[in-house]
């Protein structure tokens, strides 16, 4: 296509694209080519730059993230923020000016401070959703190319496979067994059948376009080419996409219930004041006395902080997890992984790196062949058994290697004197080698053009391509061993071909397996389709296999060391892979997965056990390490009755097929690197280097965030409590207010609210994968959280009433009593976040600089609470003065009373056994 044409017709084919091909449906495909200027070569590259430009990037509107004006103005959403700013206003009318502008004051820094917290944790989401970008196959200049889907134009040729999200909205050219999930815009759960030749009535209906896909359409079998018809708001999605997105995502459940607890608080806290205003107000205490006593009540109790804090410490978990190549796309998965007890993994690119190479070739009748080279460059050389010669062996050689190179839809060129490859790594490998062999693959599109193809999808275990040769049509076919020799009756060897020996080749895979290969039947014959219907499974019979092809796929580095990880962190691990048994326990050994046979169980065995029920079933996977020959639908009966044996179960997935299996999982996890766009919008996590190694990363750093969670929801709780129990002892006394609402405010708001969210930035303790998993049900309130808040309380509010009455006694004023109530409440506070560093370990065994931010955040909070002391007008209005170093010691010695409390706590907890335990004092025991 010439670009002065394309120059000259721009506004044209805009238009054609909004307004003529609003009904592509309705035109032939060469048609549609025409309409957009494009080609069957695909766009020049200069011409996709030109038209992105033109048209915009292919993306929809995001709901934009809420502005710092929208997010300022939330943090006064809130009943205590309402309850402040009535004490403002009523300390206003009661002409104290000063009290009134510190609350103001207090909730305006409070504001600032919690917009900087909440904007900083979107941006960082955001930022993680953009590693998440989708992308898209395209053909340009006649090559395929894998891009970004934003970047994809109309007239683009897009390439798709099974498991492929539709980028745009696309005239199909091509299709082969398609069927795509088009219920985001139909609402019709069956997949549609499509047919790239039909050419349909201009008023079809949308879910009757059997020639189109669209975009965001998931496609759940077959192959298919297509060009570009519509992008962004111009697709079928982009004009509901009112009605379809934009709606914001709902919170984490434990946010959820979080707020749910700060409300009822709130609630009680409500009853509780009525019930203390009635009280003094019979006691003789003025109106405006008793609101004040009230909004003390609630400034004391409601843990105001707490969901900003939980936020940002689920933003920072998330963050780590982000750095360690695993993405959170539900923050549900962060509380779950804390759980798993049992990951059930794909082998290929998670255990292994998934980079095959073909390493023996195996002929009928004699001893395998070795396979030299590494890599997808085609060097190496095939090295005979002993006493043969090449010889005679060079046609059976050259059969193999042209009915691999056939079935084959990898790209592998030498460009800019390196070799670069696309596509599957079976067929890769299988490029390599027939090049290996010396075939001219380049020149098989001349000699022996394909006329049909059957592409691989993992439940039929095989693919097979139809080429005209000079002397007539011939099907080449590679796939899993049993599956093919089901279509041959004879077999190649050196000296023509012969009768099949099925039981021969059979023993020649298990030998090959039993080392670890992954084996793979080649075989072809001529096969004269005439009138006999598309090109299917059917027709392939009566075939010659030419041999097997064993091909390595080296473990992760790692991936052993991640297994016992999981072991040592009470969590299960199981394999599930396609390959031979034989091949599936070598791998397991190598492992650390299994030992013996008995540890494996097929797929065959798992259709014995489901028609038998799920008692037989469950049998099966309570011993079961590896499944073998395991086909992707029965990942979902695996993991359902690994549940039902009581585990919380996380597991990988990259197909199409494996869906509803991640669906069904406690957590989904998807690889971002191979994995498909239907498993990524399944899945809870997403693993951007495929590696099960970030899997076991995900677990820590999942445990490590829950954890703190659990860190700053007891700080914020304790210390509330703990202003509770001093409130309600003082009014058991028929005492003044230990503290008044002012200094209750700058107690709970400033000093704590530096060090609790420097808290949720605490780094991992060490042992969280020597921990065993949290039980699903356990709740944040446990035994030990109830424990610790009480001890805590019962500790802070006790000695803090005791100093209180004390100074009383001593003849002290009423402020000066107060005055050095608040500053050893302050001390308690920041005694009180080094407890909470760790639920059981001591706090002397925290390197108090691993969290700079927290050190340096509780002298802040303690200086700053010093500071007001001196500084005049604060100091009025919070009603301090300047204290002695001496009255200063006295009082921190006696905050550190806290401190021996809640070790000899931590003390009792490891002498009833629960050393090294878990949140919930259980130890870990070794899964395998």
């Not at 994809?152 to 398609?178: F, I, Q, T, W």
């Not at 193809?453 to 080449?476: H, K, V």
């Not at 076991?696 to 445990?703: F, I, L, Q, T």
């Not at 060490?766 to 424990?787: Q, S, T, Y």
């Amino acid at each position: 296509m010439h670009h002065g044409r394309m120059c000259a017709a721009r506004e044209s084919i805009g238009d054609a694209v909004r307004l003529r091909l609003h009904r592509p449906h309705a035109l032939s495909a060469a048609e549609t080519l025409e309409e957009l200027g494009a080609s069957a070569r695909g766009l020049t590259r200069a011409e996709a730059v030109s038209r992105l430009a033109h048209f915009g990037r292919n993306a929809l509107p995001r709901v934009p993230p809420p502005t710092i004006a929208a997010v300022f103005i939330r943090q006064f959403r809130s009943p205590l923020i309402y309850v402040l700013l009535a004490a403002a206003l009523v300390s206003l009318a009661l002409g104290n000016g000063s009290d009134a502008g510190f609350i103001f004051a207090v909730l305006l820094v409070n504001a600032v401070i919690g917009t900087f917290q909440e904007h900083s944790a979107e941006r960082s989401a955001e930022a993680l959703r953009s590693l998440a970008s989708p992308h898209a196959r395209v053909e340009r200049d006649g090559d395929a190319h894998e891009i970004n889907a934003e970047e994809v134009v109309p007239g683009d040729l897009v390439l798709l496979e099974s498991g492929a999200k539709v980028p745009a909205d696309l005239r199909l050219l091509s299709a082969h067994n398609l069927a795509i999930d088009e219920s985001l815009l139909t609402g019709e759960s069956l997949p549609a059948t499509k047919n790239a030749a039909v050419v349909l009535a201009p008023e079809g209906a949308l879910g009757e376009r059997a020639n189109m896909a669209f975009a965001g359409t998931l496609v759940t079998s077959g192959r298919a080419r297509g060009v570009v018809v519509a992008t962004a708001l111009d697709t079928v999605l982009g004009r509901i996409a009112e009605s379809v997105l934009g709606k914001p995502p709902p919170k984490p459940p434990l946010l959820q219930r979080m707020e749910r607890f700060t409300n009822a608080i709130a609630v009680g806290v409500g009853v509780a004041a009525i019930l203390v205003a009635v009280v003094e107000l019979a006691r003789g205490a003025s109106l405006a006395e008793v609101f004040l006593l009230g909004v003390a009540l609630a400034v004391a109790a409601i843990p105001e902080g707490l969901p900003v804090a939980l936020t940002v410490a689920l933003a920072v978990g998330m963050g780590r997890m982000a750095r360690r190549n695993v993405i959170v796309r539900r923050l549900v998965a962060v509380e779950a992984l804390g759980s798993c007890t049992h990951i059930a993994s794909d082998k290929t690119g998670t255990l292994t790196v998934n980079q095959l190479t073909v390493r023996r070739v195996q002929f009928a009748d004699q001893p395998a062949w070795e396979v030299t080279g590494e890599g997808i460059a085609p060097q190496g050389t095939f090295i005979l058994p002993q006493g043969a010669s090449l010889a005679g062996h060079e046609k059976l050689l050259e059969r193999l290697a042209r009915a691999a190179a056939l079935v084959n839809e990898a790209v592998l060129a030498e460009r800019d004197g390196a070799w670069v490859g696309h596509g599957d790594t079976v067929d890769l490998a299988l490029l390599v080698m027939a090049r290996k062999a010396n075939l001219q693959v380049d020149a098989l599109d001349i000699v022996a053009p394909q006329c049909a193809a059957i592409p691989y999808e993992s439940e039929q275990r095989f693919a097979a391509s139809l080429n005209r040769f000079a002397g007539g049509e011939r099907a080449s076919v590679k796939g899993a061993v049993e599956t093919v020799l089901a279509m041959c009756l004879r077999m190649a060897n050196a000296q023509g071909d012969v009768p099949l020996d099925a039981e021969a080749i059979r023993g020649q895979e298990r030998a090959l397996a039993e080392e670890g290969y992954r084996v793979l039947a080649i075989a072809e014959g001529p096969l004269a389709l005439g009138d006999r219907g598309s090109f299917s499974r059917e027709h392939l019979t009566g075939l010659t296999m030419l041999g097997l092809v064993a091909m390595s796929d080296p473990l992760r580095p790692g991936a052993r060391g991640a297994v016992e990880a999981c072991h040592s962190a009470g969590i299960e691990v199981s394999m599930v892979t396609g390959d031979h048994p034989v091949t599936a326990l070598a791998i397991a050994r190598d492992l650390g997965l299994a030992r013996d046979a008995h540890e494996v169980v097929t797929g065959a065995m798992l259709s014995e056990a489901l028609a038998e029920g799920p008692h037989a079933l469950d049998s099966l996977t309570a011993r079961a390490r590896v499944y073998a020959r395991a086909e992707p639908q029965q990942k979902l009966a695996i993991v359902r009755s690994l549940q039902r044996n009581g585990h919380f179960v996380a597991v990988t997935g990259d197909g199409v097929n494996d869906a509803p299996a991640l669906r069904a999982a406690q957590v989904g996890v998807a690889m971002g690197a191979s994995g498909t766009d239907v498993a990524r919008e399944t899945a809870a996590l997403i693993l951007t280097d495929d590696n099960f190694a970030s899997i076991v990363a995900g677990v820590e750093e999942g445990r490590i965030a829950y954890g703190n969670v659990r860190k700053v929801i007891f700080l914020l709780i304790s210390t509330g409590a703990a202003e509770i129990v001093l409130f309600v002892l003082a009014l058991a006394a028929n005492m003044p207010l230990p503290l008044v609402a002012v200094q209750l405010l700058w107690l709970n708001l400033v000093t704590n609210g530096i060090q609790d969210v420097a808290l949720a930035f605490e780094p991992g303790e060490g042992d969280e994968l020597a921990r065993a998993p949290r039980p699903p049900r356990e709740r944040i309130f446990n035994r030990l959280m109830i424990e610790r808040v009480a001890v805590s309380a019962v500790v802070i509010g006790g000695l803090a009433f005791a100093a209180f009455h004390w100074m009383l006694a001593q003849g002290h004023s009423v402020e000066e009593a107060r005055n050095a109530t608040l500053l050893l409440m302050v001390l308690f506070e920041n005694v009180q976040v080094l407890n909470s560093r760790s639920e059981t370990r001591s706090a002397f065994g925290h390197n108090p600089l691993r969290n700079k931010l927290l050190f340096f955040g509780t002298v802040l909070a303690q200086t700053v609470h010093i500071g007001a002391m001196y500084t005049p007008g604060l100091r009025e209005v919070l009603r301090v003065q300047p204290v002695s170093p001496g009255l200063w010691l006295d009082l921190l010695c006696l905050a550190l009373v806290l401190l021996a409390a809640m070790e000899l706590h931590k003390l009792i907890g490891r002498w009833r056994g629960n050393a090294g335990s878990g949140p919930d004092g259980r130890a870990a025991t070794r899964a395998h």
